[in-house]
């Protein structure tokens, strides 16, 4: 932690643990990174995944944004799993249940062996079971991807998951008060219309863990 | 649209739809927020709501970051809702099912009647059913938060909903392609530790809208 991510609003809710950072990259699949181009702050959701003490992103090679993450200059990543609402006595006392990361660095773009782990270990973070049965990369596709890494180093981490804190004058009122969980779950998996028939949804589907947002 | 929210990477999932803009902001709950401070970027999660062709944010008036939003500073909203993930035959084509909506400008902050309305508004958004219970929000309440709008004039928004985009060579794969969908829904409601016995939650619970991120 760096005066940069302090956390100052609700510093009870700011969670200096390297294992609760983990346990959230590894739930998410979109982070939403921003950086600054002519003075204009652009946030732009990006597919991530965890490795090791690194935050891996991957995009296209041609798009802007990974352009110019990839020259090096200062970005944030930032990341927030929404798990539920809280329902407070209060309109001002009602909030959400979340855990967020924020990110600080600047990123550094990976090229040959270690690109190439760092996609399989990106597939594998988002369709779990999935690198076996894929067909190897072609060179085009691998050189049309971009993967940059964002190193764990400067980051914050919030955490609300606690009951509703009311005015102690509230608590007779007669309205119900408590949390509405949200759950992030997967569906009943569609097959593409070109799907030959008789090919049926793989059995490590039912293994994806859920949570993720 | 302006050249700084022309979409360039996959044109052709860009909308150029109000409506579309309308329905993502309309189910989102959570903004991510990006400032600029001393050449870093920041983003942030924040609870939003849409009030017309305005997007409402709400946060702390002591917060950094809305003492800089408040401030008139460039920033850009980003809101994104993961609706799946695409299981292509190949590693590259994978991809995800989306909807996201970016919007750049300055913020206002508002005051008084308008102030009180937009509150209305934002706690209509996050807890629909809920106002007409609540009491009335306390003067200290009122004035310890800050409510700023941000304009829907300049954005872009990006869909991403079609089938696997296969190369043909890929199509005789003897491996399952389609969509896994993401579903975001409420869970059973959890009464607070201290709420009196004989208190259910309200009704109005089950017409709450799905799909929510």
């Given at each position: 932690?760096?005066?940069?991510?302090?956390?100052?609003?609700?510093p009870?809710?700011a969670?200096?643990?390297r294992?609760v950072?983990?346990?959230i990259?590894?739930?998410?699949?979109?982070?939403?990174?921003?950086?600054?181009?002519?003075g204009?702050?652009?946030?732009?959701?990006?597919?991530?995944a965890?490795?090791?003490?690194?935050?891996?992103?991957?995009?296209?090679?041609?798009?802007?944004?990974?352009?110019?993450l990839?020259s090096g200059?200062?970005?944030?990543?930032?990341?927030?799993?929404?798990?539920?609402l809280?329902?407070?006595?209060?309109a001002?006392?009602?909030?959400m249940?979340?855990?967020?990361?924020?990110?600080?660095?600047?990123?550094?773009?990976?090229?040959g062996?270690?690109?190439?782990?760092?996609?399989e270990?990106?597939?594998q973070h988002f369709?779990p079971?999935?690198?076996?049965e894929l067909?190897?990369?072609?060179d085009?596709?691998?050189?049309?991807?971009s993967?940059?890494?964002?190193?764990?180093?400067?980051?914050?981490?919030?955490?609300?998951?606690g009951?509703?804190?009311?005015?102690v004058?509230?608590l007779?009122?007669?309205?119900?008060?408590?949390i509405?969980p949200?759950?992030h779950?997967w569906?009943?998996?569609?097959?593409?219309?070109n799907?030959?028939?008789?090919?049926?949804?793989?059995?490590?589907?039912a293994?994806?863990p859920?949570?993720r947002?």
């Amino acid at each position: 932690m760096t005066e940069r991510t302090r956390i100052r609003r609700l510093p009870q809710k700011a969670v200096d643990d390297r294992a609760v950072l983990y346990s959230i990259l590894d739930l998410a699949l979109i982070a939403h990174v921003a950086i600054v181009d002519d003075g204009q702050p652009y946030a732009l959701p990006v597919g991530c995944a965890r490795d090791g003490d690194q935050l891996l992103l991957h995009g296209s090679k041609a798009s802007r944004l990974f352009k110019t993450l990839s020259s090096g200059v200062p970005c944030c990543a930032t990341i927030t799993l929404l798990d539920g609402l809280v329902m407070a006595r209060s309109a001002f006392e009602s909030s959400m249940h979340y855990r967020s990361a924020m990110v600080l660095g600047s990123c550094v773009e990976l090229a040959g062996e270690e690109k190439k782990e760092a996609l399989e270990k990106i597939t594998q973070h988002f369709l779990p079971g999935r690198v076996a049965e894929l067909r190897k990369s072609t060179d085009n596709e691998f050189k049309a991807t971009s993967v940059i890494t964002l190193a764990l180093v400067e980051y914050s981490v919030k955490v609300s998951n606690g009951e509703p804190d009311d005015l102690v004058e509230d608590l007779s009122s007669p309205i119900w008060a408590g949390i509405v969980p949200m759950t992030h779950l997967w569906g009943t998996p569609r097959s593409a219309a070109n799907l030959a028939e008789g090919i049926t949804p793989p059995a490590y589907l039912a293994n994806w863990p859920t949570g993720r947002a």
